[in-house]
């Protein structure tokens, strides 16, 4: 089996306010047919460059499969997903930051929360033209490249709203212990008028953005070892007990933290859907 090609490239300002990354992976087909996405709290841009198509399972909807063109703008999920691993083998994503796609999407980011939405609603031809340049460009750094010059093209001036910004790098910090009331005094906003700009910018309110980031931050904490002390991790992200963990752990990824280590790859948000869909509810 040939080895993962996993590439990323960092956008040059002013695209680095808003993308985290433009990545291209290349892979061999998997030994397993689906895998759990996870939620990581941003919004991504996805390319699939083997076949014009996209499938997902939400189990929210009783894991129905959802098809769309192989590019589609996924918004942010509050829950894991599945996906089709075949449409994993050849692919180019742009993560952004999130609140990211403000200047690229004429869109309310509450709109998109949870949904792979095809690009062509966004763009027009101009997402097919975009895919086309993507296969035609010389390879993986050629696409990555192109990549970057499609956002810049496409970027209007619109910036997120100044007191979301202040948020999110609150709640970064210490997403354990952000208040909401707080920061929507420092930055002048009533707390109803706060969550409303914040879930038009970043898709989710702000409480449970921050779940998602010591959700994050748990698995980033069990990635540094092979020996993973879930207790501890609990205690050093904030949780209240261990109780209190699983029950985060399984509503953002539908399985315990043991049977996400026994089924993760080699990417921390893509763990392999071993159970059927009635176990996993």
């Known amino acids: 089996m040939r080895p993962t090609l996993y590439l990323e490239r960092i956008p040059a300002p002013p695209l680095a306010a808003f993308v985290r990354s433009i990545w291209y992976c290349e892979s061999a087909p998997r030994g397993h047919a689906l895998e759990r996405v996870l939620p990581n709290g941003a919004p991504q841009l996805i390319v699939n460059l083997k076949a014009d198509r996209t499938r997902t399972y939400r189990p929210e909807l009783g894991f129905a499969c959802q098809a769309a063109s192989g590019t589609v703008l996924s918004g942010v999920q509050s829950r894991y997903c599945v996906i089709d691993t075949a449409e994993t083998e050849c692919v180019l994503g742009v993560a952004f930051h999130a609140g990211g796609t403000v ?88 707390p109803k008028r706060f969550i409303e700009r914040f879930k038009a910018t970043v898709g989710v309110p702000p409480k449970h953005y921050c779940r998602i980031l010591r959700f994050q931050r748990a698995l980033a904490a069990a990635a540094r070892g092979d020996a993973v002390d879930w207790t501890r991790i609990a205690v050093d992200c904030g949780y209240f007990d261990q109780a209190h963990f699983i029950h985060d752990f399984r509503a953002f990824a539908g399985i315990t933290p043991t049977a996400y280590q026994s089924a993760r790859t080699e990417f921390q948000n893509h763990v392999k859907f071993v159970q059927s869909a009635a176990a996993a509810l």
């Open 103 to 190: 200047p690229f999407f004429r869109v309310p980011a509450h709109e998109l929360r949870d949904t792979s939405a095809p690009l062509d609603l966004f763009w027009g031809r101009g997402a097919a033209d975009l895919r086309t340049q993507l296969l035609e460009a010389s390879g993986p750094q050629a696409r990555l490249a192109a990549m970057e010059r499609a956002l810049a093209a496409s970027r209007k001036l619109a910036e997120p709203h100044a007191a979301v910004a202040f948020a999110l790098e609150a709640f970064r910090r210490r997403p354990d212990q952000a208040s909401m009331a707080a920061v929507a005094g420092k930055i002048g906003l009533s």
